[in-house]
């Protein structure tokens, strides 16, 4: 973001009082943050109280081996328990849980949290009878079918920590994954529904597990839903129907309380390096972070609402904000399989129209699509019933977020751009609909029981009005426990940067304004984030430079007016390619370049751009000025080039540029 643009954001005046109705019955109000700033601790056990433990806690917070907390130390609980039993023990076993909607318009199904308990004790049970113990490690690669929470909820009741593995990553990517975590188990499909037909996830699971074979680690068993009916290649070894061993299995099961701090899942997201970092979430703190935030934030009134995130499972938004929080709290919640425009581009508001929701949590990037297509669309709609709307993923910018607030809340809605990461676990800086007005753009303040800043280099926090790096301040609850095997990335990542000040960083630049509220920039290291998703620019350049034409690659995350960012590569060939006619940058290689990117991570990571090049700005130590490259990418006069080893590389690849881009 230029400082042009920062210093007209930061002088929006546009400001949403909250509607009187919702600030008057707000599960919290103005109160909570002077309670819970006098006494984190005490407010923290409030909220963990709200959770149904089998032994309670002696000690709230052990801080006495930084940065590795410990919380609710001694307590002990069941995740699977609370989400599900307690509910329906508690004579609300007909309400429904999931409103599921399939892609295709005639497939729905409504599961009340009685169902909810017998399928996912069900489950549970079969994942005992395969094998799966205690502290095994259950990978989950599922389409958005209900089976995806069952799965989640069986392995935390049995304290067998998940790891979901968004369906759009490709073989290899899943494959790294269940090496890293060394399932022991998956959990797949044969596919699922896509932009009106169905696409295949099975062969990827029989990839990746070979792949995982290749890098010395053997998964046992592949249990698989049918859902689509396509064929699929089986292994009798190893493949297991769901509907043979689930369905048969008892609807009896005593969830065992685990120790607060029992790892719950790991879940993976790209960090600066090419290798994906699994962070870790375990159960006590994670529970009581997830639930307390989606009672504050989105104001949850479980007997009436009806709640809908369009997160998929895959991502942390959906773990906390679709499975844990919500299900903690007894919602009724919407959960839909596809896209928002398959048959038609109606098709999410015709859901909140039919299932009246009154709740609903997207993405910045899929309101500005929805913007793109006009408010014709939604108009046609009765969306009456919705009084809250979250942004989650990317800052939102003013236009999307009023745009949002008239054409899809009525103008009545209070809008939460709520700031968080994979890492939080849940959400740490929001408004609170019943108490902050908005302002559109900025996430606002941290909420009760959460410590943020913006401080300097030197850690100090800046004054009103000036920018720096966001940190949080002090230990949450639901905050990660380290990277999964790796204690020392956990360290060096999050912890050393405000050593002394024992800051979290958060790798995001944020500002404050005049009022002191937090607008959060976008990141200050080399991760990009693309539709809200996160991926990092080394992960896409070793995937680049894997392919044999290529010699050296530099990716870059350049301003994108649907996505946030796009990817945007500046690819060296290898002479051999340049030899055999790659080296007029033509349209071949560039297609080939993007397919092999596809291919090694996913759709997600596909370059909007790539860029044949003969050279790349580097510094004399050899550190690729990516500074410069996203200058050129977002066609802006090229930057500083004083610290260049060689100044006139950039004046070659402008040069090249005239015939060598392509867009795809
Ligand atoms: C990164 C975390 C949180 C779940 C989805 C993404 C960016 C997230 C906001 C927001 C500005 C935001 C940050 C953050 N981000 N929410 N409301 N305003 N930026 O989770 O993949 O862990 O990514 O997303 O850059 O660090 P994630």
Same mark, same amino acid.
């Given at each position: 973001m230029t400082e042009e643009t920062l210093s007209n954001l930061l002088h929006e005046e546009r400001r949403f009082e909250p509607p009187a109705a919702v600030a008057e019955h #707000?599960?919290?109000? #103005?109160e909570a943050y002077e309670r819970a700033a006098a006494d984190p601790e005490a407010f923290w056990a409030e909220q963990a109280g709200r959770l149904d433990w089998a032994q309670s806690w002696d000690q709230v917070l052990d801080w006495s081996d930084p940065p590795f907390a410990k919380w609710f130390v001694g307590g002990r609980l069941n995740a699977s328990y609370n989400c599900v039993d307690r509910h329906v023990e508690a004579g609300r076993g007909d309400k429904v849980a999931l409103h599921w909607v399939g892609e295709p318009v005639e497939d729905k199904r409504d599961i009340t949290y009685a169902q909810l308990k017998d399928e996912v004790s069900r489950a549970a049970n079969a994942l005992t009878e395969l094998g799966v113990g205690t502290g095994d490690r259950v990978a989950i690669y599922l389409p958005m079918i209900p089976e995806a929470v069952v799965a989640m909820l069986a392995c935390a009741r049995i304290g067998a920590p998940h790891t979901v593995v968004f369906g759009g990553f490709s073989a290899d990517a899943l494959a790294s994954r269940l090496e890293d975590c060394q399932a022991k188990v998956v959990i797949t499909s044969d596919g699922g529904y896509r932009r009106g037909s169905a696409s295949a996830l099975k062969p990827a699971v029989d990839e990746g597990r070979a792949k995982a074979a290749e890098l010395g680690h053997t998964v046992e068993k592949v249990l698989v839903v049918r859902r689509t009916g396509q064929d699929v290649a089986w292994d009798d070894e190893v493949d297991v129907w769901w509907h043979d061993v689930v369905d048969s299995a008892s609807a009896e099961h005593t969830p065992e309380a685990f120790d607060s701090e029992h790892p719950l899942y790991v879940m993976y997201t790209s960090g600066t390096t090419g290798k994906p970092k699994g962070i870790l979430h375990t159960t006590g703190g994670y529970l009581t972070g997830a639930s307390y935030t989606h009672w504050a934030v989105f104001d949850l009134k479980p007997d009436t609402d009806v709640y809908w995130c369009s #997160? %998929?499972? $895959?991502w942390v938004t959906g773990h906390s904000y679709m499975v844990y929080g919500p299900l903690a709290n007894g919602a009724t919640q919407v959960m839909y399989e596809g896209t928002p425009d398959s048959p038609e581009r109606g098709r999410w508001w015709k859901i909140i129209e039919d299932y009246g929701v009154t709740i609903f949590y997207t993405a910045p990037t899929a309101i500005r699509s929805f913007m793109k297509q006009g408010r014709e669309i939604p108009d046609r709609? %009765? *969306? /009456? /019933?919705? &009084?809250i709307l979250g942004s989650v993923g990317e800052p939102i910018n003013p236009e999307a977020y009023v745009w949002y607030r008239e054409v899809i809340g009525g103008g009545r809605t209070p809008v939460v751009d709520t700031w968080w990461q994979t890492e939080t676990g849940s959400i740490m800086i929001s408004p609170l609909p019943g108490v902050t007005h908005g302002k559109p753009g900025s996430a606002m303040t941290p909420i009760p029981g959460v410590g943020a800043e913006v401080v300097n280099d030197a850690g100090e926090p800046v004054p009103n009005g000036s920018g720096g790096y966001l940190v949080l301040t002090q230990p949450w609850p639901s905050m990660l426990r380290t990277i999964w095997g790796d204690d020392q990335r956990f360290k060096d990542t999050y912890w050393s940067r405000f050593k002394e000040q024992r800051y979290y960083f958060a790798g995001d630049g944020a500002k404050k304004d005049e009022d002191g509220d937090i607008w959060v920039l976008g990141r200050v290291d080399d991760v990009m984030n693309v539709s809200g998703h996160r991926l990092s620019t080394t992960e896409i350049e070793s995937a680049l430079v894997s392919h044999p034409k290529v010699a050296e690659a530099a990716v870059v995350g350049a301003k994108d007016e649907d996505t946030g960012q796009a990817v945007c590569a500046f690819v060296i060939l290898r002479e051999s390619a340049l030899d055999s $006619? =790659? =080296? %007029?940058? =033509?349209d071949d290689i560039v297609a080939e370049l993007r397919q092999h990117v596809r291919k090694e991570i996913g759709p997600i990571a596909t370059p909007r751009q790539i860029m044949i090049v003969p050279e790349l700005p580097k510094t &004399? /130590? $050899?550190?690729? *000025?990516r500074r410069l490259l996203k200058d050129v990418a977002e066609h802006r006069e090229v930057g500083d080039v004083t610290t260049l080893a060689d100044s006139s590389v950039m004046d070659l690849i402008s040069k090249g540029l005239g015939s060598g881009t392509a867009e795809g």
């Open positions: #707000a599960n919290l109000k #103005a #997160a %998929d499972i $895959g709609y %009765d *969306m /009456s /019933s919705l &009084r $006619g =790659g =080296g %007029d940058g =033509g &004399r /130590s $050899g550190k690729i *000025m």
